[in-house]
C-alpha cells in the first residue's frame, strides 16, 4: 500500500519524507488556505521535496477553465497530479489529461458508481472519501470494499484506489485489509502508525538494561 500525505505544510512534508515511507502528496484548496501560501509556489516546493505524484487541484468547475488550469499546474513539475472534481465537466477533463499522459486524481468520490465513471474517465487514482462517509453515518470503508471489488472485476481499469478523508490507523489497516492501492493520511495519522505503548515501555526497558552493562557498540 502506497502513502500520500494529506498536507500542504512544506515543513511537515520535508520531516515525513525524511522517513523513507512517503510515496506521494496530496493537496485540496482548504489545504492551501490553511498554508497561507500561493498556490502555485507551494506544489513547486512539494514536488521538490517528493518524487512520487503530488496532486494539486484546480478551482474551475467547468470544463476550459479546468483545462486553462490544468495546463498550470502540469507546467510545474512531472509529478504533479491534476485533481479534479467528480462531476460531468470534471471527468470529461479526466479524459482529455489522461489521453494526454497526465497524472489525474478524481476526488470527492462517495460511491461506487462514481468510481466506475472516475476510473473509465481514465483517473490515474480515485479518491472516495471515506472519514466524511462515516460522519453522516454511512460506512465509509464499504464504498471501498464496493469500489475494489468492482475495479478487480475489468482488467481494463487501471485507476487507484486512493482513501482520502482518513481520520485514525483503523481506517488506514482496514484500507490495507481491503487492498486499496493508496491511503492519504494527515500527518497526525501518519506518524500515529508508530506508536504502540509496548514498543516504549520494552525500548525503556533495553536501554536500562544495556546501560549496566556499561558498553557502546560504536
Ligand atoms: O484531500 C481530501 C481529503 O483527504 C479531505 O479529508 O478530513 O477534510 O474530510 P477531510
Given at each position: ?81 491534476v485533481k479534479l472534481p467528480l462531476t460531468p ?24 458508481a462514481q468510481a466506475l465513471l472516475a476510473a ?39 485507476t487507484e484506489v486512493l482513501v482520502a478523508s ?53
Open positions: 500500500m502506497k502513502f500520500f500525505v494529506d498536507t500542504a505544510d512544506t515543513a511537515e512534508i520535508t520531516a515525513l519524507a525524511a522517513s523513507g515511507l512517503l510515496d506521494g502528496v496530496t493537496t485540496n484548496p482548504s489545504l492551501i488556505a490553511k498554508s497561507g501560501r500561493k498556490i502555485l509556489d507551494v506544489i513547486a516546493e512539494i514536488c521538490a521535496i517528493v518524487p512520487g505524484p503530488v496532486s494539486a487541484e484546480v478551482a474551475a468547475t467547468e470544463y476550459d477553465g479546468m483545462i486553462r488550469e490544468a495546463n498550470v499546474l502540469r507546467a510545474i513539475a512531472k509529478n504533479v497530479t465537466d470534471g471527468l470529461r477533463a479526466c479524459r482529455t489529461l489522461a489521453d494526454q499522459g497526465t497524472m489525474t486524481n478524481v476526488t470527492l468520490c462517495f460511491s461506487a473509465k474517465a481514465g483517473a490515474t487514482f480515485v479518491s472516495p472519501f471515506v472519514g466524511r462517509l462515516d460522519d453522516i453515518g454511512q460506512n465509509g470503508m464499504d464504498l471501498i470494499a464496493d469500489i475494489l471489488q468492482i475495479f478487480d472485476n475489468y482488467d481494463a481499469l487501471k482518513v481520520r485514525h490507523p483503523i481506517h488506514v489497516i482496514e484500507a490495507a485489509k481491503l487492498g486499496a492501492h493508496v491511503a492519504t493520511l494527515p500527518p497526525a495519522v501518519l506518524r500515529s502508525l508508530y506508536s504502540h505503548p509496548l514498543t516504549d515501555k520494552g525500548l525503556a526497558s533495553f536501554l536500562a538494561d544495556w546501560a549496566k552493562t556499561g558498553q557502546s557498540i560504536t
